[in-house]
């Protein structure tokens, strides 16, 4: 079966029914933020992507590193009304279809890599991703526009959970869920760690891909 690229790679099987009562399929966006092609991070993305496309799901998929995405914003396109590239414009009309959302990434000093971390700054914007009040100059509680009706965070970590949180707290759970998607609309939030990467085994990479399927299936079936 043949899938169409489209600014970044958008998969699409060939029937729009899936396997329970004859729901449209919904249209999926994977963002991945990871260097290495050979990372346990693909290995996430790509999964979820096979269980999307077998559930008869479209899928839009982004890897930033490899679309060579440019996370640095600029001034002019702060403003709700300020200039952005033909590429921001492809990135914010694809969020704010989404009928869902799966970002993949490794936990970097309790933060998304700087290059995922620019595609919030630049996307994830006024008047696409949230708004305020009819003569709020932003200084009230935004409203939340993303359509989407649940979004997932995989990560990847080489630090042990139980020091996560005892010293961390582990801030991307505040990030992704508070500070993201909760303000933005999204309350329908699951957010899974993966870890220790860097001394598991084929086995337990394996179990949490298995883990993965079951994710995506419940919240996307």
């Known amino acids: 079966m043949a899938y169409l690229p489209v600014c970044g790679w958008r998969f699409q099987k060939a029937f729009k029914i899936n396997d329970i009562g004859g729901i449209d399929d919904m249209n999926v966006l994977v963002i991945l933020g990871h260097p290495h092609k050979g990372s346990f991070n693909h290995a996430i993305a790509y999964t979820a992507i096979d269980v999307l496309k077998n559930n008869g799901h479209s899928v839009v998929f982004h890897d930033l590193y490899e679309e060579g995405f440019d996370p640095v914003v600029g001034y002019e396109e702060i403003p709700r009304d300020g200039e952005i590239d033909s590429v921001i414009r492809t990135h914010c009309e694809h ?39 009819e003569n709020d100059s932003g200084e009230g509680v935004p409203i939340g526009l993303l359509k989407a009706k649940a979004a997932i965070v995989f990560n990847t970590s080489n630090t042990f959970p139980d020091r996560e949180m005892k010293v961390f707290g582990d801030p991307l759970e505040t990030i992704w869920k508070n500070c993201i998607f909760g303000l933005c609309g999204v309350d329908n939030f699951y957010r899974k760690m993966y870890g220790v990467i860097v001394t598991s085994t084929l086995e337990e990479r394996q179990q949490w891909l298995d883990d993965v399927k079951e994710t995506v299936n419940r919240f996307f079936p």
């Open 95 to 133: 969020v704010s279809n989404a009928d869902g959302i799966i970002i993949v990434h490794p936990n970097w000093w309790g933060q998304p890599p700087a290059i995922l971390k620019g595609w919030i700054d630049r996307v994830i914007r006024p008047g696409v991703a949230y708004k305020f009040e």
